[in-house]
């Protein structure tokens, strides 16, 4: 029986939400229509993380609820796309019997000719990487016909689905090898895509009604690709996607700090349009961790990016990743690491419990030494560090007005339409779940008629509007703030919207 209905659920970072995007824009070509629920679908995917194992743990238990499912309806078709099947591999049919389809992230330009195949054939099937050659550079694997630029190129939006904020690929994959990092054995080799291609694309987002463009990549700085003569590099591409016309905003994750070339700054403080936001991941504030980690950077190379930033772009944000608990790390280094979100003072952080990855080197060469509890004791004093940073940082905010690209109703607001409640809920944003005290700490109520945008500096303020504000960017006056939002009342429409977004 040819599928006619499909389920997609995604995990994970930025390039996975743009691969599912892809995924989805080849599943609706093929004549699949999207359901909100495992139970109507004939195809269900999960694109998946192996960043760590509680990422993994999610999936297990997804893939574990469909046995039932699949017994009734043995034709459903049940697959594991990206960064999961590609580390597990065929083992992951042998956990999970009733899994149909395992497709790396390298290789979903196959995904749709193995849909084909296994709905004929009844037989568990997988597109997996077999070896990437990493032995040539990065700028020359630029120039090799990449199967996987198909994908990105031919790229259009599906319908129901808004361009308003989009995300483009300038590069797969990451060569650093961190010794906690599964991504380099998952992604495979560091590749920088064409950036004529990468310019069409955003002007064909852009034609679209596309606004602001988030360039991705793992180590977006160390972009590079060899065009004939000319060596492009990551400032060159940004003045590149800069000069097209109609683009409100431009930001690019993730950065590494140990490529970081100074000239980027001169382009975040000469382009207007590129957002001043820069997320530099640290993952420790001691010397020490920092080698074990292999990040090939100090605290005082860290710092001193940091300062030449502010000189370039004093009101920065800064946002950044940290590890704790990496083997060894001792109350002394984690100490150092407070000590550094201190002195930073970040727009926001995240912080994550270190999990050993089988095959890394970390995991191989260290045991996994600190107790569970001292995990979460770091992790919630890191995080009850940052908080107080953040309130300081968004107080000084109130009074004044930002610019805010207005993205649709909050999530207070929507849950408010749905449940068509005549009682007021906490604020909401298009916060994770977990951020409830936020909303709470800031006794602030919602209305149905509660908007969401970002800030240029990627700040998150609700504030109440009309329909025809979603779209538009509009002057918000800030009134209160909590830890992660801002709260205001919209003083003006500096650009209407374009293409009308429900
Ligand atoms: N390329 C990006 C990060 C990709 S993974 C960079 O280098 O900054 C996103 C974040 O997950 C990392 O910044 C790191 O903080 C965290 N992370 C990666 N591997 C991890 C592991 N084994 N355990 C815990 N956190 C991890
Ligand atoms: Fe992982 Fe390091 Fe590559 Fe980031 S730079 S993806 S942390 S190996
Ligand atoms: Fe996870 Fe793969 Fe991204 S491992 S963090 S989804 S690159």
């Keep these: 029986m040819k599928p006619a209905t499909y389920f997609l659920e995604t995990f994970g970072c930025q390039m996975n939400v743009l691969d599912s995007q892809l995924v989805a824009a080849r599943l609706r070509e093929m004549g699949l229509r999207r359901v909100d629920s495992p139970r109507e679908a004939d195809v269900v995917l999960f694109n998946t993380c192996s960043v760590r194992q509680h990422a993994e743990d999610k999936v297990l238990s997804r893939l574990g609820g469909l046995r039932a499912l699949k017994r009734r309806r043995p034709e ?8 999961m099947a590609e580390r597990v591999r065929h083992e992951l049919f042998a956990q999970v019997p009733h899994l149909d389809l395992l497709c790396g992230p390298g290789e979903l330009h196959h995904l749709e000719a193995l849909l084909v195949e296994v709905s004929e054939r009844h037989e568990q099937l997988a597109a997996l990487a077999s070896s990437q050659s990493r032995r040539t550079t990065a700028a020359e694997r630029g120039q090799a016909d990449d199967p996987l630029e198909v994908l990105d190129s031919s790229r259009h939006a599906v319908p129901g689905e808004s361009v308003l904020q989009s995300y483009v690929r300038v590069q797969r994959g990451c060569d650093k090898f961190c010794t906690y990092c599964v991504v380099p054995f998952v992604r495979g080799p560091e590749r920088s895509r064409p950036p004529a291609n990468i310019v069409a694309e955003v002007r064909s987002l852009v034609a679209q009604g596309c606004r602001e463009i988030t360039l991705l990549g793992q180590t977006v700085n160390s972009y590079v690709y060899q065009d004939g003569e000319r060596t492009v590099r990551f400032a060159e591409l940004l003045e590149q996607v800069h000069a097209i016309d109609g683009l409100d905003r431009i930001r690019f994750v993730t950065s590494f700090p140990a490529d970081w070339d100074d000239s980027i700054f001169r382009v ?20 020490r961790v920092l080698k074990a980690m292999k990040r090939g950077y100090t605290v005082a190379e860290y710092l001193r990016i940091v300062d030449t930033a502010r000189r370039y772009v004093p009101d920065i944000a800064l946002a950044g990743d940290f ?17 550094l979100v201190r002195r930073i003072e970040y727009k926001s952080i995240f912080v994550f419990k270190y999990s050993p990855r089988p095959g890394t080197s970390a995991e191989r060469a260290r045991e996994d030494d600190v107790p569970a509890e001292t995990k979460s004791r770091r992790n919630n004093e890191l995080l009850a560090v940052q908080s107080v940073i953040s309130l300081r940082q968004k107080r000084a905010l109130i009074g004044r007005t930002v610019e805010v690209l207005v993205e649709g109703y909050s999530k207070a607001a ?5 449940s068509d409640a005549d009682t007021g809920v906490d604020a909401g944003d ?3 779940d977990g951020c409830a005290h936020d909303r709470a700490a800031s006794g602030i109520t919602a209305s149905p008629r509660q908007l969401a945008g970002r800030t240029p500096h990627d700040s998150i303020a609700v504030f109440d509007g009309e329909p025809a504000h979603i779209g538009a960017i509009v002057n918000v006056r800030i ?3 909590s830890p992660l939002t801002l709260f205001g009342r919209i003083e003006g429409v500096r650009s209407p919207a374009r293409v009308s977004i429900r």
Excluded: K, M, N
Aim: glycine share 10%; hydrophobic share 30%; proline share 9%.
């Design 479 to 481: 009134e209160s703030v």
């Design 76 to 83: 459903t078709i049940i697959g594991v796309i990206g960064c």
């Design 323 to 339: 590890i704790v608990g990496f083997p060894g790390e001792t109350e002394e280094d984690f100490q150092a690491t407070v000590e």
């Design 414 to 418: 929507r849950r408010l339409q749905d």
């Design 268 to 287: 975040l403080r000469d382009c207007p349009r590129v957002c001043p936001y820069l997320h530099l991941p640290a993952q420790s504030g001691s010397d």
């Design 430 to 432: 298009g916060l994770p």
